[in-house]
Structures are given as structure tokens and as C-alpha cells.
């Protein structure tokens, strides 16, 4: 998730100015610090969910589908692989245990709510807030 929200936040921020980069996944991964495969890979969950568009050749590169500021972290989680935070063991507990007889129920209820709350308070963020944020960070820090 962290990963696909720079990758996002770095096009969005290439794609602004007049200097452009050409988006590539080498230069992404530069940005994020990691392997470019793990950034090709991102941004294949990222363009199934209709993020990005990605063009071939000499001034090929990606770029956003749609503008940042209409991208919520929430699409950006549902993009790559929105999945259960908590998990329940596999095996059930013991029925008879006063304890374990209820416990899944309890617990399931309970990361129901959690996964609804953050589901809205991702919704409330978007790829260009984040940027907005990020870019407002690097300046108060580095004095630019």
C-alpha cells in the first residue's frame, strides 16, 4: 500500500511540472528505494484498478488515469489487494471453553468495525493531499 501511494504521488508530481521525467518504473524505484520489478508490479495492480495508463516506447512511461486530487487512498487499497488487517486462527476453539465459544464472534464483529473505519479514513485522503503533504514536509525540512 505504502509502496503503491508513493508510486502514485511520484507521478503525480512528475506529471505537473514542465520538466518532466519520463515515468519509468527504473526511475519510480529509484524514488521509493526499491527494485524496479517490485514497482512494475505495483503498477500493474495499480492500471487493473484503472490508476494509471502506461505507454510504450522512447517517451513512453506512466501517468496517472485520472487526476490525484479524485484518487483516495482507499482506491489505492482496494487496488492492491484489500484484505482482511486481522486475521482469525484457522482452527476453531474449543466450543466448550467459556472463553473460545464466543470468541469469533466477538472478534469478527470487532474487525468488521475496525475495517470500516479505516476504510473511511482512507477515503477521506487523496494521492494529492498526500503529495500536497509530502512536498510541504520537504520544504519545512529542508529549509527550501
Sequence with gaps: MSVAVHVLAWIAYDRRGTDKEVGTSERIA?????????????????KTAGLVEGSRGRSGGWQLARDAATITLLDVYRAVGEGEIFA????????ECYVGYGIHDVLTKTYRDAQRALCEELEKVTVADV????????????GH
Aim: hydrophobic share 40%; proline share 11%; aromatic share 2%.
Design 88 to 95: 482469525l486462527p484457522s482452527a476453531p476453539p474449543d466450543p
Design 30 to 46: 529509484t524514488s521509493v528505494n526499491t527494485n524496479a520489478v517490485v514497482i512494475r508490479r505495483t503498477l500493474g495492480q495499480l
Design 131 to 142: 503529495l500536497h503533504n509530502a512536498l510541504a514536509l520537504y520544504i519545512t525540512r529542508s
